[in-house]
């Protein structure tokens, strides 16, 4: 008898003769019983071979292939089915409150600030207070408020107990804001000297007559005892002279904004972020409050906008205040405003 063909040889090093696969079978993948081959049986298509359209029987092929290897695949896919029907179901995060009380200027851009993160983490709902800075500090020290708004610098008092100099609170600087001295738009005046601007607030000038408008008597409008913006206002501005006793009091730089846009001869004070339809902000010495020159120091009259929480805030109040502080936070604080400084977290 002829001796078989080389393509028809067993393969070389097994022991067992190849088991046969039943001819019409449609792919023949056989594992031999020591675990070492993965074999085509003659008379089956393969479906890696080379030849003419329609299909080309081949002669007997083995792949060699390292039992452990195999074994290792068998054990991957058990394991990895076992452990995906195993997982619990995830359980969505308990819903989570936080409350903002304080400065009425920081407001707006708290509420967007809020808006966005709740968007990333839609089981956290914020509530606002606004009732100025010194009592949105109170408020969180009596514990009605997680975060207290403040539109100006901590006072020592604030930020730690006198006696042992223990701290108090902790804050982070999110912003710079200008605040910006505005008349009713039909007031021709758009630019005042800082002297020129002191003299106004203390009565000393009561007539826009003096600076060549027709707008006739002067209505100063000024914010409440206990409001930041007054403090900041007094500070940088007034410089130790006092408010006149016919300016009218308004609780918020809101409703400043609507007298003044409603009065012609009005003029006030508030948060570079709240003018609007019906009032003009004026340069002072020659600069007019917008972020950038805010942000570079040439506006004059500015302040910083603080969030203060509890020493150490809850995670979740915690991942806020470094939200506001975030490329994405700071990215929606310098739409209106001048960004947080390095370096201004305590």
Same mark, same amino acid.
């Given at each position: 008898?002829?001796?078989?063909?080389?393509?028809?040889?067993?393969?070389?090093?097994?022991?067992?003769?190849?088991? +046969?696969?039943?001819?019409?079978?449609?792919?023949?993948?056989?594992?031999?019983?020591?675990?070492?081959?993965?074999?085509?049986?003659?008379?089956? !298509?393969?479906?890696?071979?080379?030849? &003419?359209?329609?299909?080309?029987?081949?002669?007997?092929?083995?792949?060699?292939?390292?039992?452990?290897?195999?074994?290792?695949?068998?054990?991957?896919?058990? +394991?990895?089915?076992?452990?995906?029907?195993?997982?619990?179901?995830?359980?969505?995060?308990?819903?989570?409150?936080?409350?903002?009380?304080? %400065?009425? %200027?920081?407001?707006?851009?708290?509420?967007?600030?809020?808006?966005?993160? %709740?968007?990333?983490?839609?089981?956290?709902?914020?509530?606002?207070?606004?009732?100025?800075?010194?009592?949105?500090?109170?408020?969180?020290?009596?514990? %009605?408020?997680?975060?207290?708004?403040?539109?100006?610098?901590?006072?020592?008092?604030?930020?730690?107990?006198?006696?042992?100099?223990?701290?108090?609170?902790?804050?982070?600087?999110?912003?710079?804001?200008?605040?910006?001295?505005?008349?009713?738009?039909?007031?021709?005046?758009?630019?005042?000297?800082?002297?020129?601007?002191?003299?106004?607030?203390?009565?000393?000038?009561?007539?826009?007559?003096?600076?060549?408008?027709?707008?006739?008597?002067?209505?100063?409008?000024?914010?409440?005892?206990?409001?930041?913006?007054?403090?900041?206002?007094?500070?940088?501005?007034?410089?130790?002279?006092?408010?006149?006793?016919?300016?009218?009091?308004?609780?918020?730089?809101?409703?400043?904004?609507?007298?003044?846009?409603?009065?012609?001869?009005?003029?006030?004070?508030?948060?570079?972020?709240?003018?609007?339809?019906?009032?003009?902000?004026?340069?002072?010495?020659?600069?007019?409050?917008?972020?950038?020159?805010?942000?570079?120091?040439?506006?004059?009259?500015?302040?910083?906008?603080?969030?203060? !929480?509890?020493?150490?805030?809850?995670?979740?109040?915690? !991942?806020?205040?470094?939200?506001?502080? &975030?490329?994405?936070?700071?990215?929606?604080?310098?739409?209106?405003?001048?960004?947080?400084?390095?370096?201004?977290?305590?």
């Amino acid at each position: 008898m002829n001796s078989p063909s080389e393509a028809e040889k067993p393969p070389q090093g097994l022991d067992i003769p190849p088991e +046969t696969v039943p001819v019409g079978t449609p792919f023949g993948l056989l594992v031999r019983r020591d675990l070492t081959a993965f074999q085509f049986q003659p008379g089956i !298509s393969n479906p890696w071979a080379g030849g &003419s359209s329609g299909g080309q029987n081949c002669k007997s092929q083995t792949i060699s292939r390292s039992p452990t290897i195999f074994l290792m695949a068998v054990l991957l896919v058990v +394991t990895t089915f076992v452990t995906a029907c195993s997982q619990p179901p995830s359980t969505p995060p308990a819903p989570v409150w936080i409350r903002l009380s304080g %400065s009425t %200027s920081m407001q707006p851009l708290l509420r967007d600030l809020a808006s966005a993160y %709740s968007e990333r983490h839609q089981y956290v709902a914020f509530d606002f207070s606004a009732v100025g800075s010194s009592a949105g500090l109170e408020a969180l020290r009596r514990g %009605s408020a997680d975060l207290a708004l403040v539109s100006r610098e901590l006072r020592p008092e604030e930020e730690h107990e006198t006696q042992t100099g223990k701290r108090l609170l902790a804050y982070t600087v999110i912003a710079q804001d200008g605040i910006a001295v505005v008349v009713n738009e039909n007031n021709p005046v758009r630019a005042l000297t800082l002297y020129q601007i002191r003299n106004i607030f203390d009565g000393q000038v009561t007539n826009w007559d003096e600076f060549g408008s027709p707008a006739g008597e002067i209505m100063v409008i000024s914010r409440e005892d206990g409001s930041a913006t007054r403090a900041m206002f007094e500070e940088q501005v007034m410089y130790g002279r006092r408010m006149t006793p016919t300016a009218l009091v308004m609780p918020g730089s809101e409703a400043v904004r609507d007298y003044v846009a409603t009065h012609g001869g009005a003029v006030g004070y508030l948060s570079m972020g709240y003018p609007g339809p019906g009032v003009a902000a004026v340069a002072t010495d020659g600069v007019l409050p917008e972020r950038q020159t805010v942000e570079d120091g040439t506006y004059s009259i500015t302040r910083p906008f603080l969030l203060v !929480s509890r020493v150490e805030p809850n995670a979740e109040i915690a !991942s806020f205040m470094q939200f506001t502080r &975030s490329p994405a936070g700071q990215a929606i604080v310098r739409r209106t405003y001048g960004g947080a400084r390095i370096g201004t977290q305590y």
